[in-house]
């Protein structure tokens, strides 16, 4: 009969035999997976709250799930970068952020080669940094309106529009009847749109397109708003966003 | 007037006779701390300066130790825990150098078993953060880190 030291002395031994195999196995396994460039703050998978902090440029193991809610930036310092373009209390973000109403230019100071880039959401959102000092953006009852020209379309930015929140999610309290003079609607949300803009649809993140919609700038360049062009292209898979 | 002097000269010299052997214990029980300082690289936010800038932002810093700089191609370095999470801080003489690094450190990543990494750099220190095992899911100490370390003068 076997002893009850000789058994504890097997387990262990398996145990440890174990534990070695997948401390060898596992780099192996996950350094298969190149790491992926971030610039600042993004949810994180499945975007059902969890959401990184780090406003930095940084890598993780995992490919972003949602590609509506990303720009990738080409051109940076150690190759292409994913940055997140939502509204960051969408999708968990619990710090301090800042009000904003409809489409807007996008600061960036993270990765200057991206260029001009403009916020395509259309409705009130989010953000965590208060745009640059420009006569362009207004500040009105704490939330930022921008009153320049109308941002380029790009279609595929404005799926973004599409995204859902989670359920605890507020947008800023803002809508179309508080906007400074000079204010031009830009998207879905704007007169003439079948689609209601995103604060009549509390606990969404902004208006969902309809078929007829105009994309962001749609007044602008028209013909980026047709949609056929959209059912064209196709759309994203829509990622873990609830 | 010079049998003052000589008198006053006498006095200096039976004073040092004396003190000598005290002075001299003292200047080698200073000789070891002094020893321990590091001399870092001028201009530049250095290793204890970060160190210091990160206890302030209330993380755990007890894990880090001065670390051999040649292996990051550094002239000073700490390395070791923060947190829970592998962290390197390195100064440098050298720009290139400091690219080098960074650069190397980043393509390294995809060999080795890191589930989030990052590199910043402050003047020419360089903060290089691995996080395995996802001690820090949400970053929420690595942000912490960065926003302390991009204001370290």
């Known amino acids: 009969m076997r002893s009850p030291l000789s058994t504890l002395r097997l387990v262990v031994a398996v145990a440890v035999c174990a534990s070695a195999g997948f401390g060898v196995a596992m780099p192996a396994a996950r350094a298969a997976a190149p790491m992926v460039k971030y610039i600042g703050m993004h949810p994180l998978s499945p975007h059902q709250g969890e959401y990184c902090y780090i406003d930095a440029i940084h890598y993780h193991r995992f490919l972003p799930v949602d590609l509506r809610v990303y720009v990738s930036v080409k051109d ?3 190759g292409p970068g994913q940055l997140y373009v939502g509204d960051p209390a969408w999708l968990g973000y619990d710090g301090p952020q800042v009000g904003y109403y409809g489409p807007h230019p996008l600061d960036v100071p993270l990765a200057p080669e991206a260029g001009r880039l403009f916020c395509y959401i259309s409705g009130a959102h989010h953000h965590v940094t208060a745009p640059p000092p420009s006569t362009s953006m207004v500040l009105k009852d704490g939330v930022y309106w921008y009153l320049g020209p109308p941002p380029p379309a790009d279609v595929q930015r404005s799926w973004i529009n599409e995204v859902r929140a989670i359920k605890a999610y507020v947008p800023p309290k803002a809508d179309l009847s508080a906007a400074p003079p000079g204010y031009r609607p830009f998207g879905p949300g704007a007169p003439g749109s079948s689609a209601p803009p995103a604060s009549a649809t509390p606990g969404a993140t902004a208006a969902v397109p309809s078929s007829g919609a105009k994309v962001a700038g749609g007044a602008a360049a ?8 959209v059912k064209a292209v196709g759309k994203p898979a829509a990622g873990g966003t609830p | 007037m010079s049998c003052t002097l000589a008198a006053g000269d006498w006095s200096l010299a039976r004073w040092w006779r004396r003190s000598a052997p005290l002075l001299a214990a003292i200047a080698l029980a200073l000789v070891p701390s002094a020893g321990c300082r590091r001399s870092h690289v001028a201009g530049t936010p250095s290793t204890d300066g970060v160190l210091e800038a990160f206890r302030n932002a209330g993380l755990d810093v007890a894990g880090v130790a001065n670390a051999e700089p040649d292996a990051w191609g550094a002239d000073v370095c700490s390395s070791g825990k923060v947190s829970g999470v592998e962290v390197v801080i390195c100064e440098f003489t050298s720009d290139e150098q400091l690219g080098k690094t960074r650069a190397d450190t980043v393509r390294d990543w995809n060999s080795f078993n890191i589930d989030t990494g990052l590199v910043l750099h402050n003047q020419r220190t360089l903060l290089i953060v691995a996080d395995r095992g996802r001690q820090d899911p949400q970053g929420r100490a ?12």
């Open chain 1, 76 to 78: 940076g310092a150690e």
């Open chain 2, 142 to 153: 690595i942000g912490k880190m960065v926003t302390a370390f991009k204001r370290v003068q």
């Open chain 1, 222 to 229: 028209p013909a980026a708003a047709a949609p056929g062009k």
